[in-house]
């Protein structure tokens, strides 16, 4: 799966559990950048990104996840 | 008053131990000391005897915890306001409660129209951790709760509530905590589940380890958990749903108590739990802001203790010097295996909710036993006792659901939003379940689809974040039960995911 097509399931997983698409996902997001985007969210993106790339990650990953950057690293660790 | 005498004793006494993990930084009781001196110094000589109750922001730091002691140690309370609640709803509860003086550790406080307290700035001079006489009637600390009619509503709890609910945990032989324990606090001081969080570790000299306010919550307990190693967890149940997916990964046998209220625990989640903890004892308790934080608890336990209705760990029995009781619309006891509303009595029961006659003249009510007038607060719960003297959970006696543990009246939410609504359609909050198996809030519109982001901007300018909804739909007409009443049930099937 190229880059590409990561970055495009992913932002669909933020528009369907945020219910908006007021936002631009760059390497260096975090939290603080998107509206909604916080704990509760998080976890349910992260479970949306999961199903959607049918992956697990691993807990160690998600503990120290900051940014986009983090995440997407975080998927194609995990899908490979 | 005892507790606070033995706050003030184990302080001394635990001096070079750590009290506190903040941010990823150690204090030690000495530090503690230092800050809760420095702190009631100014109070005792700056702020008139007359001011009983005090504001204090909320923030994640040693200041703020060093606040709540100082106050205590005055014969003061305190009435926390979290620092990412609307500014206008902090104002409300200043306002309600006649407060003048805010403690603030931030480092600009919005609070220029009140006498504010700079906490991190205040001067050093003397070791004082003597307790001044203190009034058991008088209040220990008030917090807000959700309100039906836009008024969130105070509960005052008073030293002596405070002091009872220290001498029922004390009394409890299956919970000891020691100074060796490392405790997890996860708790937004406005919730009052945060005060045993706080207070049992610090009387037992033990550490707490709080959660930075911009960090993902989850992880972070998990990190905690794992690389602090604690021994002591008290949560809400809901904090499992999200962890969950991750179960085959924690094992933590350091962990040797795990403490759960403030919602209902599942019995196929606890019992999942539980493997992850394998030298833990788990307390199912149970008990409502207005009876100061506990009233009871069941041990739960994978082998022994799985009493459970509808898949809900029981909440067991109540505890020391706590009266239990289950009754039907007049008030009148119901027979054993009967659901009715639980009532509670005893010395941990607040004097009533703050200049509320109305309310309180619905909520408590008076039954002559044994030749005395017991005072019972009514729960709004709705529970059985069984022939064991156990009592189990069967769900709400009304529109109140629970948020990430919070308690949110679906009427609150509703007022405001009809408040600001341009269109005068019907608008319906309700709770609907998430993906990962968690209360959320939706709302409902009786109307074709409109522009609603003013009405959202409404409501995050009134109401904290937790009360919010997440999810909108509109539907031209609601659906309606066999008698007329909005079908909340079949309003629900509306917000589930495609």
């Known amino acids: ?80 | 008053m005892e507790y606070i005498v033995n706050l003030q004793q184990s302080i001394l006494k635990h001096s070079n131990k750590h009290a506190f993990y903040i941010g990823n930084i150690f204090y030690t009781y000495k530090d503690f000391a230092v800050e809760i001196s420095k702190i009631r110094f100014h109070i005792a000589n700056y702020i008139d005897p007359s001011e009983q109750l005090i504001g204090l922001v909320t923030n994640d730091d040693l200041q703020t915890y060093a606040s709540i002691i100082a106050l205590w140690l005055e014969g003061r309370a305190y009435v926390p306001v979290n620092p990412s609640t609307p500014v206008e709803r902090n104002i409300q509860i200043f306002k309600a409660t006649e407060t003048n003086t805010v403690i603030d550790s931030s480092q600009n406080s919005i609070y220029s129209d009140y006498n504010v307290v700079a906490s991190k700035s205040l001067k050093f001079t003397e070791l004082n951790l003597e307790c001044k006489q203190v009034n058991p009637e008088d209040i220990a600390y008030i917090l807000f709760t959700s309100g039906t009619t836009g008024q969130p509503k105070g509960v005052p709890i008073t030293f002596n509530n405070v002091n009872s609910l220290v001498d029922a945990i004390d009394a409890e032989p299956d919970f000891n905590l020691l100074a060796s324990d490392r405790c997890l606090q996860m708790f937004e001081l406005t919730f009052d589940f945060s005060v045993v969080t706080y207070l049992f570790p610090l009387l037992a000299g033990a550490c707490i380890y709080t959660i930075p306010k911009n960090a993902i919550k989850y992880f972070y307990i998990f990190k905690l958990i794992q690389e602090q190693k604690l021994s002591v967890l008290t949560m809400v149940p809901s904090i499992l749903n999200y962890l969950r997916p991750y179960f085959a990964e924690i094992n933590s046998p350091h962990v040797r108590y795990c403490s759960f209220g403030g919602g209902a625990l599942h019995n196929n989640i606890a019992e999942e739990w539980s493997n992850c903890l394998p030298n833990c004892k788990i307390f199912n308790y149970y008990g409502p802001t207005e009876f100061t934080v506990y009233s009871g608890f069941y041990p739960y336990n994978k082998h022994t203790h799985t009493k459970a209705l509808n898949g809900i760990i029981a909440i067991g029995t109540p505890q020391k010097n706590t009266k239990y009781l289950v009754v039907d619309e007049n008030n009148k006891e119901v027979p054993l295996n009967t659901v009715g509303e639980l009532c509670l009595s005893g010395p941990q029961i607040t004097p009533g909710y703050w200049k509320n006659p109305e309310r309180n003249a619905l909520s408590f009510f008076n039954i002559k036993e044994n030749g005395k007038t017991e005072r019972y607060y009514k729960t709004g719960d709705l529970c059985l006792k069984d022939e064991d003297g156990d009592f189990l959970y069967a769900g709400r006696a009304d529109f109140q659901v629970k948020i990430r543990g919070y308690r949110v009246e679906l009427a609150e939410i509703e007022y405001h939003a009809k408040a600001i609504s341009k269109k005068k359609s019907n608008i319906v909050a309700i709770d609907i379940t998430n993906d990962l198996g968690n209360a959320e809030l939706g709302l409902a519109f009786e109307d074709a689809p409109f522009e609603t982001d003013y009405i959202f901007d409404y409501l995050k300018g009134k109401m904290p974040d937790y009360m919010i909804p997440r999810h909108i739909r509109f539907i031209k007409e609601f659906p309606h039960s066999l008698n007329g009443k909005i079908d909340r049930k079949a309003l629900r099937t509306f917000f589930l995911k495609n």
């Open chain 1, 1 to 80: 799966m190229n880059e590409e097509t990561i970055k495009t399931k992913v932002r669909a997983a933020f528009v369907k559990v945020l219910e908006h698409e007021d936002f631009v996902l760059n390497n260096d997001t975090s939290a603080n950048d998107v509206k909604g985007w916080e704990s509760i969210t998080h976890m349910m993106i992260i479970n949306e990104i999961e199903q959607e790339f049918n992956i697990k990650f691993k807990l160690m990953d998600l503990m120290n996840m900051n940014n986009i950057g983090d995440l997407l690293q975080a998927i194609k660790t995990t899908m490979n």
